[in-house]
Structures are given as structure tokens and as C-alpha cells.
């Protein structure tokens, strides 16, 4: 195409044109793309590692292929467990599955030994005799007793000595809290003492 062509002229004068600011201007450039796809479809479904077999009738004559195809069995090997693979738990799960009944049982003893507690600082019965809360402590410990006896019953033998490490672990837990408890209501009493001392100190010297 030459330079003088009229269609040079026209886009020089387009390009000269001088629009209004925000004049609304819209230029389309058709792009047309041609795709060429190819498909092909074939048996998805289909074992591309088993042997192929050859079925035969009972005249000894080969069967057609559509026989072939519904004959189709999966091979038992794959459904078995490799020998590499191993068992990691082996029983351990077991008494993690009652975690949340371990953990309401050392609530219910760190219950009942705040309030024996409580009851030793507020003094012994009135009549001298045992009071109801001691009986009623005395209960609940042997209905406790009883449901950890029968809890680790049911387990299985290859569990029973990780479950009676597990229980010396939670015994020698609660020990541990019990001794802190005693401890600072000891140190709690010693304040209390002291604050006494104190308080009739300042009352002697006024």
C-alpha cells in the first residue's frame, strides 16, 4: 500500500483530531483465534498393569471381546496391606480414648480434698462425732475406687501396663498438687498469723 493512499490520509487525520477532554472514544481491534483440538476417548476404567488373558470356550475356541471385558477381575493383591506398612499404635489409643474421663475423675479428687480441707479449718463436729461431710468424702472415694477397677477391666492386656504407668503418673500428680495446696494454706496461715500479730500490736500502742 502506498503512502498516498487515501486510507494513510484519513488515519493522519485521525491521529490529528483534537477531542474534547473526556470525550468517549472506543477503538475496536477484532482478534479472531482459531483453535485446532483433537480428542480422543479411550477405556479410563481399564488396568493397564494386569496380564491379559486369553478365555477360551470349552470347544477350546478364543471368546470374543466383549466377553473378555465383562470377565474383568480385580486382582486380590491390591486390596492387601504392603509389608512395609506398620501398626503405629499398637494399643495405645486405647486408654486415650477415656482421657476426658480421667480428667473429670482428678477434678472430682481435687474436689473432694479442697473440701476435706476446708472442713479441717473450719474445726471438727459439733456432737464429736463423724460429721456428714467425711462420710459422704468416704463414698465417693470408694465409688471412685471402684469405677477405676472397673474402667481398667476392660482393656486389653497389651494396654495394661501403659494404663498402670499412666495411673501411677495421674497418683503421683495429684500427691504433687496436694502437697502445693497444703503448702500454700500453710503459708496462707502463717500470713494470717502474722497479720494478727500486727493488727494487736498497733492496738497495745495506741
Do not use: W
Amino acid at each position: 500500500m502506498a503512502s498516498t493512499s487515501a486510507h494513510f490520509a484519513r488515519l493522519r487525520d485521525f491521529i490529528k483530531l483534537d477531542f474534547p477532554l473526556g470525550f468517549p472514544v472506543k477503538i475496536g481491534i477484532p482478534l479472531f483465534h482459531v483453535l485446532n483440538v483433537r480428542m480422543t476417548f479411550g477405556n479410563v476404567n481399564g488396568c493397564s498393569t494386569a496380564e491379559e488373558t486369553v478365555s477360551q470356550n470349552v470347544e477350546g475356541t478364543q471368546a470374543d471381546p466383549a466377553s473378555q471385558f465383562t470377565n474383568f477381575e480385580v486382582d486380590q493383591s491390591v486390596f492387601e496391606i504392603p509389608k512395609s506398612y506398620h501398626v503405629q499404635d499398637s494399643g495405645r489409643n486405647v486408654h486415650l480414648q477415656d482421657e476426658d474421663y480421667e480428667i473429670m475423675q482428678f477434678a472430682i479428687q481435687q474436689s473432694l480434698l479442697e473440701s476435706s480441707r476446708n472442713q479441717e479449718l473450719s474445726g471438727p463436729a459439733s456432737n464429736g462425732g463423724i460429721s456428714p461431710t467425711h462420710s459422704s468424702e468416704a463414698q465417693y472415694e470408694r465409688a471412685l475406687q471402684e469405677s477405676l477397677l472397673t474402667s481398667t477391666e476392660g482393656l486389653c492386656p497389651g494396654a495394661l501396663g501403659e494404663t498402670s504407668h499412666f495411673d501411677s503418673d495421674l497418683q503421683l500428680a495429684i500427691e504433687l498438687s496436694a502437697k502445693e495446696l497444703g503448702e500454700q494454706e500453710l503459708r496462707l496461715q502463717e500470713e494470717e498469723a502474722e497479720l494478727q500479730q500486727v493488727l494487736q500490736l498497733s492496738l497495745t500502742e495506741r
